[in-house]
């Protein structure tokens, strides 16, 4: 008889919900973690920290608050790195207490120390020490997560030259910094240092940045960003960063220098799969650590399940957990539906990008007619309020039957606000519902109704015109 019913290797979000639910089903459930990293990267050093850290950077330069009070307007004049650490230990600490007492009130034995595969139904778990106990499982669930990918041409040292973890230990902010990489991660950080006036320089080899994103969206963030001193340097390659005395100098391909206190490379991310001896368990990884896994999250191996940023993309914290649900229900015999399709995407840049659904560029591509209506921030009672007059609702419909075909919010509270449209699309509503419905004023949720208005009142005059 194994030790356990099922046996999940990470705590992070896929991991956590996993075990949860497995015990849910009544099934004996363990699961393993390096000490000190309960809540896996998401809690001690992606997602959790670096969302805290900007709620704290828009908290003490006061930039929300320009719009009334000027552009002179700080809460704290020198913010540092210990007032910014303050409030994301805080929140880091109470997380990991949130998540250490839901595994035990489920009753899910924590096995301190990292895994390793001895063969299909067995694993190995080793602590910080070398001391290790093999524990065995009718059911594996892999979730062991990500870390920065560190190309080897690049000579990290923690301090001058970074990866994403690093950014979070800096001694103090820099006066300037370079972002290798215009990802999701890159902008994210590219936009708190720029709002903490760091002089932020950011390099990307393609031609633009955030293409899974609306293009006017994108455009809109680019215009921000540049009004905070940000320098973009697309179609631009790194061929080497210098160590000087008082920092770093990127060299491009292109010949140009840049010279900075700080640089962070943000190129994308590797599974955590190396140290787990996959071959003893008969399963790969692909060449950036990723496991292969059925619309089941089951692997090759039939009893092994890989939930989360191991399996790739979207390698969100939120489908994460979806996916650890399913795959748990999965093993234990007690399947769900597949996850849902329409999957929301949150940018937490300064200011917030949020959408779900299609974009105008994939839909013109598709030859899918589409119409739009747009509400802005500042027609809104709320937006002049809260001092955005920046942000702003799209709405794409379809001139047929007049369902949302997507919906993207760019602004305060963008990734709060897009859930209203994901609702409606999700029951298969149409902007008439949006158009009826009542929202409390003065709300920012209001901008549905607006973007309806309007999309509606441009049906209507296509509508006269073919008349």
Do not use: W
């Not at 899910?108 to 290790?132: C, K, N, Q």
């Not at 950080?189 to 293009?215: H, I, N, P, W």
């Not at 990008?353 to 013109?364: A, K, P, Q």
């Not at 039957?401 to 999700?426: C, K, N, P, W, Y």
Request: with cysteine; hydrophobic share 40%.
């Amino acid at each position: 008889m194994s030790d356990f019913d099922v046996l999940v290797v990470g705590s992070g979000p896929g991991g956590q919900k996993a075990a949860i639910a497995a015990a849910k089903l009544e099934k004996r459930v363990a699961i393993v973690e390096r000490r000190n990293m309960i809540g896996g990267v998401c809690i001690n050093t992606g997602t959790i920290p670096s969302k805290t850290l900007r709620e704290a950077v828009l908290y003490l330069t006061g930039l929300n608050q320009r719009e009334m009070y000027g552009q002179s307007y700080r809460v704290k004049d020198e913010v540092t790195v210990a007032d910014l650490g303050i409030r994301t230990q805080h929140v880091i600490g109470r997380e990991v207490d949130v998540i250490r007492s839901q595994l035990s009130r489920n009753h899910v034995a924590v096995l301190t120390g990292s895994a390793r595969f001895v063969d299909p139904h067995t694993v190995d778990v080793i602590d910080e020490l070398g001391r290790d106990v093999k524990v065995s499982a009718e059911k594996i669930i892999i979730a062991t997560g990500t870390r920065p990918a560190r190309p080897a041409s690049v000579e990290f040292d923690g301090e001058t030259i970074i990866d994403s973890d690093g950014i979070l230990s800096l001694p103090v902010v820099p006066d300037s910094l370079v972002v290798v990489g215009a990802g999701v991660i890159g902008i994210e950080y590219a936009s708190m240092f720029a709002a903490l006036g760091t002089k932020v320089t950011v390099v990307e080899r393609r031609e633009r940045m955030l293409e899974f994103a609306d293009l006017e969206v994108v455009e809109a963030l680019k215009y921000h960003l540049r009004d905070l001193a940000v320098t973009f340097r697309f179609g631009e390659t790194v061929a080497a960063v210098e160590r000087r005395p008082r920092g770093a100098i990127t060299l491009l391909e292109s010949g140009k220098k840049i010279p900075a206190e700080c640089v962070m490379y943000s190129a994308g991310r590797h599974g955590m799969t190396g140290e787990l001896a996959l071959e003893a368990a008969g399963l790969t990884a692909d060449d950036r650590g990723r496991i292969a896994v059925d619309a089941d999250y089951r692997t090759e191996v039939p009893h092994i399940y890989a939930v989360g940023d191991v399996i790739g993309f979207p390698s969100l914290a939120a489908t994460s957990m979806e996916q650890g649900r399913i795959a748990a229900h999965h093993a234990c015999g007690e399947p769900l539906h597949q996850i849902h399709p329409l999957q929301p995407i949150g940018i937490y840049t300064i200011p917030e990008i949020s959408f779900i659904g299609r974009t105008e560029d994939e839909l013109t591509k598709a030859q899918v007619p589409f119409e739009v209506g747009i509400s802005r921030y500042r027609e809104l009672a709320r937006g002049q309020i809260i001092g955005d007059t920046y942000g702003m609702l799209k709405l794409l419909v379809s001139p047929e039957d007049r369902s949302l075909l997507g919906v993207h919010v760019f602004g305060t509270g963008a990734t709060e606000l897009l859930h209203i449209g994901q609702a409606v699309m999700g029951c298969g509503g149409t902007i008439d519902y949006l158009v009826d419905a009542v929202f409390n004023y003065p709300t920012l949720a209001e901008s549905y109704k607006v973007a309806a208005l309007d999309a509606m009142n441009k049906l209507r005059r296509v509508a006269k015109f073919e008349l």
